[in-house]
């Protein structure tokens, strides 16, 4: 079974995001910010990650800045998922890494078909 990271600041996201993951047959895990997601994931690799953006303590982007500095993980895939929907937030992801940049609040369906598309 291939597994999702999750890292949100908010509860009833991470909820939202790891039941519509949970539905489609991935094992879900959560994380509260993205020191607490690159902790689990350098634990237990994942197989793909979502991350919010905008997080208190260590955000998405430095996330993913840390994770792609990992060489043995630059290929697993990493989607943010983000109320941000400016062009330059967009840009400043997909720069530092992310494969998909899907704005807040994700439709379960296409998420689901991103997610068995990138895995």
């Known amino acids: 079974m291939k597994t999702i990271l999750i890292i949100d600041d908010s509860e ?3 909820r939202y995001h790891a039941g519509i993951c949970n539905a489609a047959g991935f094992s ?3 994380a509260v910010d993205g020191a607490d997601g690159l902790e689990k994931f350098l634990r237990s ?3 793909l990650v979502l991350t919010d953006i905008n ?3 260590m955000d998405g982007y430095e996330f993913i800045r840390r994770l792609r500095q990992e060489a043995a993980y630059d290929g697993v895939p990493i989607f943010i998922v983000s109320t941000e929907a400016q062009a330059k937030d967009k840009r400043k992801g997909i720069e530092l ?3 998909l940049y899907i ?3 994700a439709d379960p369906q296409q998420l689901v078909e991103h ?5």
Do not use: H, Q, Y
Request: proline share 9%; net charge positive.
């Open 12 to 14: 009833t996201v991470r």
């Open 28 to 30: 879900a895990v959560t």
């Open 103 to 105: 704005v807040k609040p």
């Open 97 to 99: 890494g992310a494969n």
């Open 45 to 47: 690799p994942c197989d």
């Open 115 to 119: 997610v068995r598309m990138a895995l």
């Open 55 to 57: 997080m208190i303590g």
